[in-house]
């Protein structure tokens, strides 16, 4: 069981109650493989008979649609920007993060308060604020920092990925370069030196994100197990060929020997 930590002030409705789920959060900048890792880690601790629950950024019920369309156009000012993601947020934490958490999932989740506090700063929002307003937040048992060395990898990345430039992950609104290209190393540029200096702060485990995706991998599988460790052993898949021979000999019907009828 963890203790139920807060950055600040928790909602004031939030039961504290130590929880026995673990709570790991994958941070880094755009196209750092977030997702491709998130993915191959469910994917590795269900095969272990884990239960594994993934969040990310405006996935919620509440915001995430009205996130998804105000992305679309610009009528929104920085700061309401801010106040509708920490709406997602809250909303995500309160109904699925922690239920999750108190049932012994173990919860993923793509990116945390700290892409929205980074993201925030870059935009010249006081950084007091932007961490004030996100106080509320439970303390992660571990955030796995995948670190890329320069925003130059990121955009091969995408190239060959063929995702090419999207206008927020270049930081279009801000302006800074002439072009999405320009503007997107920029932009990632900035966020890079920002969650570099969070990661004292905040207790990062930082991950060289700069090599092969069976690099990280391996390293993150080695750091996520030494999380869960102390959680009760993973159980036996249900369905693995020695368990199902298992059951068929347990529960095979020995036939009664019927007594010989009189005679
Ligand atoms: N270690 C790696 N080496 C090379 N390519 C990688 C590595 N990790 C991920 N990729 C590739 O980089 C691209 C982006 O990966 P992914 O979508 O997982 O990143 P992300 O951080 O989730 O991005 P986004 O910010 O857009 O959500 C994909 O094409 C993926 O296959
Ligand atoms: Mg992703």
């Given amino acids: 069981m963890a203790e139920m930590n807060f950055y600040g002030t928790p909602l004031p409705y939030i039961d504290h109650k ?7 959060v994958i941070e880094g900048t ?4 977030r997702s491709t890792h998130i ?27 009205g996130l998804k369309e105000a992305k679309l156009g610009h009528t929104l000012g920085r700061l309401t920007m801010q106040l509708f993601y920490a709406t997602d947020f809250a909303d995500r934490l309160e109904n699925e993060i922690l239920p999750a958490l108190r049932a012994g999932f173990i919860v993923l989740t793509d990116r ?9 700063v870059v935009r010249d929002i006081d950084p007091d604020w932007a961490r004030a307003l996100y106080d509320f937040a439970i303390v ?33 609104d801000l302006s800074l370069g002439e072009d999405f290209y320009e503007s997107f190393v920029l932009y990632q540029s900035r966020l890079l ?3 570099n200096r969070m990661s004292l702060e905040y207790g990062f485990h ?12 391996a390293d993150l599988r080695r750091a996520v197990t030494a999380i869960i460790e102390p959680m009760a052993p993973a159980l036996e898949p249900a369905d693995s060929p020695e368990v199902i021979a298992r059951l068929r000999q347990d529960l095979t019907v020995k036939p009664k020997k019927r007594k010989k009828p009189a005679l």
Avoid: C
């Fill in 30 to 33: 755009d196209g750092v493989g």
């Fill in 193 to 195: 030196e920002e969650f």
């Fill in 18 to 24: 130590p929880y026995p789920g673990k709570l790991i």
């Fill in 112 to 120: 945390y308060i700290y892409s929205a506090i980074a993201r925030a």
């Fill in 140 to 172: 992660p048992d571990a955030i796995f920092y995948l670190k890329i060395k320069s925003v130059n990898e990121l955009v091969m990345r995408l190239i060959s990925s063929g995702r090419g430039f999207d206008y927020w992950e270049s930081g279009m």
């Fill in 206 to 217: 930082t991950i060289n994100a700069s090599r092969s995706v069976a690099r990280v991998s």
């Fill in 39 to 65: 993915a191959e880690l469910r994917a590795w601790l269900e095969a272990q008979g884990h239960a594994v629950s993934d969040t990310g950024m405006a996935r919620s019920d509440l915001a995430g649609k």
